[in-house]
């Protein structure tokens, strides 16, 4: 068998060894939260422009036409674009729901 000094040796590079792993755990931990913290503000912006889209299209109809009265006044392309933008936001919508189920 071994002799005692080499397995007091080696016991003690093993903790030494512990000891340092559970630093680099520690540290990446550490990292991995500085990482995340773009992404869980990013999570918790697409999860409010989830819940709010619904009423967005109802919403943006109106304010597009208050915009267009106080900015463009005398613009007729504009209130033609806002008059078809429901119309092409449905087209849109249909076709992206078409492509997801498809691939």
């Not at 109106?62 to 806002?82: A, E, H, M, Q």
Request: aromatic residues 12%; charged residues 20%; positive net charge.
């Amino acid at each position: 068998m071994y002799p005692a000094q080499e397995l007091i040796r080696l016991e003690a590079h093993k903790a030494a060894l512990r000891r340092r792993i559970t630093r680099h755990r520690a540290q990446c931990v550490e990292a991995a939260s500085h990482v995340a913290r773009p992404l869980a503000w990013l999570d918790r912006a697409l999860a409010f422009w989830r819940r709010l889209s619904p009423f967005a299209q109802y919403a943006a109809v109106p304010l597009g036409f208050l915009v267009k009265r106080t900015i463009f006044p005398r613009l007729k392309i504009f209130g033609s674009l806002l008059r078809w933008s429901p119309l092409v936001f449905s087209v849109v919508r249909s076709l992206s729901s078409t492509l997801k189920n498809r691939f």
